[in-house]
């Protein structure tokens, strides 16, 4: 008789990298991965789906991504509503992009550091006590009803539409990348606050509708949604209970006692005062509709809204697993 064992198999270990991400040369030109495990290159939208359909047929279960957020949800969007692989693979994020805010709160596989021994360790025994397996949902995003849809794991506007666009423009530009143009950026929104500076930070008029009911018709400061459990500089702005894979907030330009409340709201430890009545929203929902006119941001890249198309759907595509150690 045959002994069985729940080991569970050996992944194939499979390389996504875009050459064109912000760190790219520092690690991967660094510390080039084995010469047997397969690798490709991609860039595009297109180019991604590419990469991923020959990775598949190399038998890739295991697929690190070396790149940045926008290269993440370009995979997710092929995996999971483009079905390019018969089975989800397990991701392990090597950050190479100038933000990385899902891998902050994934886990990252840090390769200057550790080398590519403990992923490819992982990849002969899944069941090592080393790796860290975290599972998050994520996004469909439609821009509009006639809109093809998209993955993500962070969708925002008002305040962070202008602050990612500042911090791509004026900061990744002067060679500050990480957690340091999100900080400058947000120092510079409570700056505004104190000063009653809006030039910058204007509100946006918005009819917020989840699955539950809740609905925000507001101008709104800040609308945050996402189904990570924490953003960039460990920020947590959710609160509101619930059922739901997302949570989503929204800061009404009307908000009464910003730079009080403004700090425990997104650290997630919102004040007495930090109600809907006071211009404070939060819940957590399967689904969102928005409408509204403007800029909004997924993962890093701007889009456009128009009322006219119809409103901005978001819910969920599925769910992803991520490896780290």
């Known amino acids: 008789m045959t002994a069985t064992s729940d080991c569970p198999p050996p992944h194939r270990l499979g390389i996504l990298a875009n050459p064109a991400s912000g760190r790219h ?19 595009t939208f297109d ?3 590419q990469a991923l359909t020959e990775l598949n047929d190399a038998g890739v279960t295991l697929l690190a991504i070396a790149g940045g957020d926008g290269t993440v949800r370009n995979v997710l969007t092929h995996i999971l509503l483009g079905e390019v692989f018969a089975s989800s693979p397990i991701i392990a994020i090597i950050a190479s992009g100038s933000t990385n805010m899902t891998g902050h709160d994934t886990g990252t596989i840090d390769i200057r550091r550790q080398g590519w021994q403990p992923l490819v360790a992982f990849a002969k025994d899944p069941a090592t006590k080393h790796a860290r397996l975290t599972q998050r949902s994520v996004l469909a995003i439609q821009v509009a009803p006639d809109a093809t849809p998209f993955c993500g794991m962070v969708i925002g506007a008002g305040a962070i539409d202008h602050a990612v666009t500042y911090t791509q423009s004026q900061l990744h530009s002067a060679g500050l990348r990480g957690s340091a143009g999100p ?22 008029a918005m009819r917020i509708h989840d699955n539950h009911g809740h609905t925000v018709d507001d101008n709104a400061m800040i609308f945050v949604a996402t189904t990570l459990d924490r953003l960039l500089l460990r920020f947590r702005p959710f609160w509101g209970g619930g059922d739901g894979r997302l949570a989503w907030s929204v800061l009404a330009g009307r908000a009464r006692g910003v730079l009080r409340r403004l700090p425990g709201a997104a650290w997630g430890r919102p004040g007495r005062g930090t109600t809907p009545a006071n211009g404070y929203t939060s819940a957590r929902a399967d689904s969102l509709e928005l409408d509204f006119d403007g800029g909004f941001v997924v993962d890093g890249e701007r889009f456009v809204a ?6 901005v759907a978001v819910s969920i595509a599925g769910s992803a697993s991520f490896v780290s150690f």
């Open 25 to 43: 040369e520092q690690i991967l030109g660094r510390r080039p991965p084995p010469s047997d495990v397969p690798m490709a290159t991609a860039q």
């Open 47 to 49: 180019e991604v789906g």
């Open 183 to 204: 900080a400058i950026a947000f120092a510079r929104f409570i700056k505004a606050l104190a000063l009653s500076d809006y030039r910058h930070f204007q509100t946006v």
């Open 306 to 311: 128009d009322s006219a198309r119809g409103p």
